[in-house]
């Protein structure tokens, strides 16, 4: 392909004297909204970032914690300079460096482990950063090179994204914006008043024109008090009330007959297997009325046009793809999707698979033929105590994070931290401050924020592709991702023109111009994909056929996976821990971003336990005491609230804080497990159970 800009290192940002201007930019962050940014820079400072009010899904607001990107960029705790360990792994004790030391030191560990075996170097990273060359351009050019293990990058989305392409042909949904039309919106395992604003916008301006929302979570959210309906089912039930819903559909005769017969595959299998979870039984294994299921299969099959919007929370339990199948097919069988504000909206992203030039961004011919291992994410506190065999291969000897927290966030985090601990393992962390994970590594490495650097980035939640351009020059030392690969290859001997190109020239780059504007691009920051307005109202999927998969090949018709956790499937498990734990995260927090700026975190207070009064009650606890939560992988320790934002049964253990903020140094992933999803090989957070006594 031809790369509209010379493939050269920018210069840095100058500041001018007494200037002030408007930079346009895009958030990086792991959230389906994307927003368009504009950028107000005074004598070379970020002053302010705020919405673009043209750019349609972020009309111009933005969530508390992105509008407080500078408190972020000019925080006195950024790392700003290399940063060599001198005390013990954990203990975060580092001296500055010069990044030519640095560099030669972590280039000259790495040549000498590829030496021996490739496959021992293990890059780890995720979504800190989405941009599409901070994220994984040069840095998977690099590692391609190397011919390192390769990451399952499993975290987050993979069930759902699977049962998406299983169904439709790919992660593809319907237009955010048009959910203002809607007349009936189910939002499903989804928090959006904290992780998708805009969304919430839309679903308000239908709401304001009549429509009727429904929450469908474990926990009474923000979001739920504001919808007309809450309905909390158990954690890991999705599935169960999906096929109910089905059931009394094809009871009612709320079917689009025309629509199932022309654009949907496998039907009548799938119509058996819904005629066996009849409302009293989908009832049961939900822990909810059969009148809700049956009332809500009303309004379903009644109310056109009808939108879902589903997330991923639902689907981090074992039974996590199949309830995304089975909910994916909903839209189908009323014909929802013949309609622009009906249908359903998980992930977006598909849309943008013909628009990115992902083989120029990643090389991955630069493997020359080679099939490194893969490793999944989710399981690498497992795999850092491994030692070298035939079915695991080589032992990790070398890791080097970017984007990503994991001795916070991956499961059964005790581990994860014992294997980061070893002293034989070379760790490399990119960074913007000490995080639990920085604190483990021989080398930290001052990374830019979204201020200080070009990127690109598509999105989930939209279908706009986004122009990041830095707004201001790096704060110290701090140094591109893509620039610290880049150099890392110079180091290693790496000669191809490819690690010549510029950060602008792969932002510029990342786009097919055919598909996403160059110009529109440069000048608004923002360009629209041509997708129609009602993707799917003549059928069109993106399977072979052209039809959605109720029965695809090799996978069957679905049906409700209960919980490796539960009392269905674990009696005797849950006699020892009888409540369901789900995690979802705390409203000033993005994952684990965000945890350290001190006004965030002011904000959120502490980390808590939300307890049904109920349970508290049976265990003598008290609101605000400090509770000890623990199960056969660990403990937690962390303050109770008494509230019935937790159904009965549940408890809510809001994360994801850094374990150094919490009370005993640990957090909530000290009790999760690495266990997988039936597909998509994703981790199983919500799928936990534990008991809880006053500590």
């Known amino acids: 392909m031809t790369i509209p800009i010379a493939a050269r290192v920018a210069a840095p940002v100058a500041a001018t004297p007494g200037a002030s201007h408007v930079v346009r930019g895009a958030c990086p962050h792991d959230c389906p909204d994307t927003c368009a940014l504009r950028i107000t820079v005074e004598d070379g400072r970020v002053t302010r970032v705020a919405g673009d009010p043209d750019h349609p899904p972020t009309h111009g607001a933005l969530c508390t914690k992105v509008s407080r990107y500078p408190e ?41 482990i590829a030496a021996r075996d490739a496959q021992a170097i293990l890059p780890y990273s995720y979504a800190g950063t989405m941009g599409l060359v901070q994220g994984d351009g040069m840095a998977a050019r690099f590692f391609h090179k190397i011919g390192a293990s390769l990451l399952d990058r499993t975290i987050c989305a993979s069930a759902g994204g699977d049962a998406l392409a299983a169904t439709y042909g790919g992660k593809l949904g319907m237009h955010v914006e048009h959910f203002a039309e809607s007349r009936l919106i189910l939002i499903w395992g989804s928090n ?52 109910g819903l089905m059931n009394e559909l094809i009871a009612q005769d709320s079917l689009d007959h025309d629509y199932l017969a022309r654009h ?5 299998a799938l119509r058996e297997r819904a005629l066996a979870w009849p409302a009293e039984r989908a009832a049961a294994v939900c822990g909810i009325s059969v009148e ?57 992203s598909g849309w943008f698979k013909p628009v990115l030039n992902s083989a120029w961004l990643q090389r991955p011919d630069l493997l020359a033929g080679h099939q490194p291992r893969t490793i999944n994410m989710s399981t690498i506190g497992d795999d850092l105590l491994r030692e070298a065999s035939p079915a695991f291969g080589p032992k990790i000897e070398a890791l080097v994070v970017y984007n990503s927290n994991p001795v916070a966030v991956a499961p059964e985090s005790a581990k994860v931290a014992a294997g980061f601990a070893r002293e034989d393992l070379f760790t490399v962390v990119l960074e913007h ?45 701090a140094r591109s991702n893509a620039e610290i690969f880049r150099a890392l290859a110079a180091r290693m001997g790496f000669d191809e023109a490819c690690f010549s190109d510029s950060d602008e020239a792969m932002a510029h780059g990342a786009f097919d111009p055919a598909q996403a504007d ?60 009888p ?18 700026v001190a006004s965030l975190r002011a904000s959120e207070g502490e980390p808590l336990l939300e307890v049904h009064p109920q349970d508290a009650a049976a265990r003598g606890i008290a609101d605000g005491a400090v509770v000890r939560v623990f199960n056969d992988r660990g403990s937690y320790r962390c303050k109770a609230q008494v509230t019935d934002r937790a159904r009965a049964g549940v408890v809510v253990g809001l994360g994801v804080w850094w374990r150094k903020f919490g009370l005993a140094g640990t957090n909530v992933n000290e009790l999760t497990h690495q266990r997988l999803t039936d597909l998509g090989r994703a981790p199983t957070f919500y799928d936990c159970l534990v008991e809880v006594q006053a500590a």
């Open 579 to 596: 409540l369901a734990m789900i995690s979802p995260p705390a409203r000033n927090f993005l994952n684990s971003s965000f945890v350290n």
């Open 264 to 268: 949907v595959d496998g039907w009548p």
């Open 518 to 577: 160059p110009g529109e691009l440069a000048t608004r920051g923002w360009a629209k994909l041509n997708i129609a307005e009602a993707p799917f109202a003549d059928g069109g999927f993106h399977t072979p056929n052209g039809k959605a998969q109720a029965d695809p090949p090799g996978l069957g018709v679905a049906d409700h996976v209960p919980n490796y956790e539960s009392l269905q499937s674990s009696p005797g498990l849950a006699a020892r821990y």
């Open 433 to 477: 401050f000490l995080t639990d994970t920085a604190d483990h590594a021989d080398y930290v490495l001052p990374a830019t924020t979204q201020l200080e650097h070009w990127d690109a980035h598509m999105a989930y939640g939209h279908s706009y592709a986004l122009l990041n351009q830095p707004a201001v020059a790096p704060v110290g030392q």
């Open 192 to 243: 959006p008043i904290t992780s998708s604003v805009h969304f919430w916008t839309f679903a308000q301006q239908a709401k304001r024109r009549g429509a009727k929302l429904v929450c469908i979570d474990p926990r009474r959210t923000d979001t739920a008090d504001k919808c007309h309906q809450h309905i909390a089912l158990l954690p890991g039930t999705d599935g169960a009330l999906a096929l």
């Open 72 to 112: 972020r960029t000019y925080s006195p705790e950024r790392v700003l300079t290399p940063l060599k360990r001198v005390g013990r792994k954990g203990e975060g004790r580092f001296e500055p460096v010069g990044w030519d030391e640095a560099l030669d030191a972590i280039a000259t560990q790495l040549q000498a």
């Open 292 to 348: 809700e299921i049956r009332g809500l299969a009303r309004d379903y099959g009644a109310t056109q046009p009808a939108a879902i919007r589903l997330n991923y929370g639902m689907q981090r339990v074992r039974g996590g793809g199949s309830a995304v199948r089975l909910i994916a097919m909903l839209p189908c069988l009323v014909g929802a999707w013949r309609h622009r504000a009906g249908g359903l909206l998980l992930s977006a």
